[in-house]
């Protein structure tokens, strides 16, 4: 069974610029959280989307962003990139149980993307 | 509001020592725990997990981790370390709808 995977391994990009980062989750798993895992500030919770709506959010700006799309995907935006965005975004996925009113089962983590801004 | 405290940000041991690792909580209601661990190099992977019943749970590579809900703790523990187990280690509380991750613990064995 494929695991979760990320596009692109790393971004490079400068001050001011837009980011986006993809990621597919398992098959069958209808959740897709986001992380930033900043040197020294473990993991951060960023976005939770579950069946294509925004379910939660973090302790972030506006200006990160993101949607999924109906095969589950999703996609982070962030837009006026700022040098401290620069970490490693981890997106997980797990098997969303919304509809049955059941909490979300464990969260399976891909590879992330290295986002460094210059 | 929910947190998770790791209490030792870096852990040095020899080979063969034994291993705790603390985790606090704070959350009003039911939780379920996790244990992540990412070695040098490789993505976060589940170690072990606690929804209910035996509050001893046994995970992979010979961890196991002990839910103490009167201390709203969740240690990770293994008898006996090896130079592999090198890698840094996430504990994870889910409360409702959230899942809060622990600062980390980073463990380096010396062979």
């Known amino acids: 069974e494929a695991g979760v995977t990320q596009s692109p391994t790393h971004l490079i990009k400068t001050r001011g610029q837009q980011a986006t980062l993809r990621c597919s989750p398992i098959?069958?798993?209808?959740?897709v959280y986001w992380y930033q895992q900043a040197l020294g500030l473990g993991l951060q919770f960023l976005l939770w989307?579950?069946?294509?709506?925004?379910?939660n959010r973090g302790n972030f700006p506006p200006r990160f962003s993101g949607r999924q799309f109906p095969n589950y995907s999703s996609e982070l935006n962030v837009n006026a990139l700022e040098l401290e965005d620069s970490a490693l975004y981890l997106c997980?996925?797990?098997?969303?149980?919304?509809?049955?009113?059941?909490?979300?089962?464990?969260?399976?983590f891909g590879p992330g993307t290295r986002l460094t801004v210059l | 509001a929910q947190s998770v405290s790791q209490h030792n940000h870096h852990v040095i041991l020899s080979e063969a020592a034994s291993l705790e690792l603390g985790c606090n909580y704070s959350?009003?209601?039911?939780?379920?725990l996790f244990w992540y661990v990412q070695y040098p190099g490789q993505h976060l992977q589940l170690l072990l997990k606690?929804?209910?019943?035996?509050?001893l749970v046994k995970g992979i590579k010979g961890f196991e981790a002990e839910f103490i809900k009167s201390k709203f703790s969740f240690n990770l523990r293994k008898p006996s370390v090896q130079w592999s187990d090198t890698a840094e280690y996430f504990c994870?509380?889910?409360?409702?709808?959230?899942?809060?991750f622990g600062a980390g613990t980073r463990l380096f064995v010396k062979a």
């Open positions: 989307y579950d069946e294509g709506e925004e379910r």
């Open positions: 994870a509380v889910r409360g409702g709808f959230k899942t809060i």
């Open positions: 098959s069958g798993h209808t959740s």
């Open positions: 997980a996925s797990s098997w969303g149980g919304l509809a049955g009113g059941l909490s979300p089962d464990t969260q399976y």
């Open positions: 606690y929804f209910s019943g035996d509050p």
């Open positions: 959350y009003g209601g039911t939780v379920n």
